[in-house]
Structure formats: structure tokens, C-alpha cells
């Protein structure tokens, strides 16, 4: 099974960016998808951004234009780089992983945005 570390939240304020990260360990067969998602309180988690193995890439609607995804293979990491921050940004962020064997979620890391 895949492990998943998310890394870089924290507090940034209004217009601010952050960087999130995500490391993955373990084994790791048949990619499907790999993504972020987040959740609020008292609300329900939702897509922000994901990977798909055929390269696709879908961004959720909030976000578009101030997201970016990205990964590293070679540090088997992947990024979320957000810009232009807003208070409703603020949730906690969850990496996944899917494959054909395996559904896997982080941690998460709480990202607060407010002046």
C-alpha cells in the first residue's frame, strides 16, 4: 500500500501562496490517479485538483487559474502550488492516490487563510 505525507500549510494571508507537497512511499503498482482534495468545516471534502496516468489534468472550478498541480518522479512528490489565496481556500488539504490495488489518503495539512 501506498503512504502519502503531505507537507507545507500553514497560515498565509489574503493574496498570499502556498506550496503544498506530497510524498509517496511504498509500493506503487498500476497508477490510475493521484490528487488533492479538500475539506472544510462542516463541510463535505471535495476535488481541487488531480493527475490522471494518461496526463489529464482537472482543476475544480474555485480554483482554476490560481492552482497549479504538478509532480516529480524522481522524488516521488507531488505539488500543489496555490496562489492568490482566499478565505474560503481555508481547509484542511488531502493527497490520494489511486491504482488499480490501492486507495490511498494522507494525513492532511491545514491551510488557513486570514488576515
Known amino acids: 500500500q501506498v503512504q502519502l505525507v503531505e507537507s507545507g500549510g500553514g497560515l498565509v494571508q489574503p493574496g498570499g501562496s502556498l506550496r503544498l507537497s506530497c510524498a509517496a512511499s511504498?509500493?506503487?503498482?498500476?497508477?490510475?490517479?493521484m490528487g488533492w482534495y479538500r475539506q472544510a468545516p462542516g463541510k463535505q471534502r471535495e476535488l481541487v485538483a488531480v493527475?490522471?496516468?494518461?496526463?489529464?489534468?482537472k482543476y475544480a472550478d474555485s480554483v482554476k487559474g490560481r492552482c497549479t498541480i504538478s509532480g516529480d518522479n524522481a522524488k516521488n512528490t507531488m505539488y500543489l502550488q496555490m496562489n492568490s489565496l482566499k478565505p474560503e481556500d481555508t481547509a484542511v488539504y488531502f493527497c490520494?492516490?489511486?491504482?488499480?490495488?490501492?486507495?490511498?489518503w494522507g494525513q492532511g495539512t491545514q491551510v488557513t487563510v486570514s488576515s
Open positions: 511504498g509500493s506503487r503498482f498500476r497508477f490510475k490517479s
Open positions: 490520494n492516490y489511486i491504482s488499480v490495488l490501492d486507495n490511498s
Open positions: 493527475i490522471t496516468s494518461d496526463g489529464m489534468i
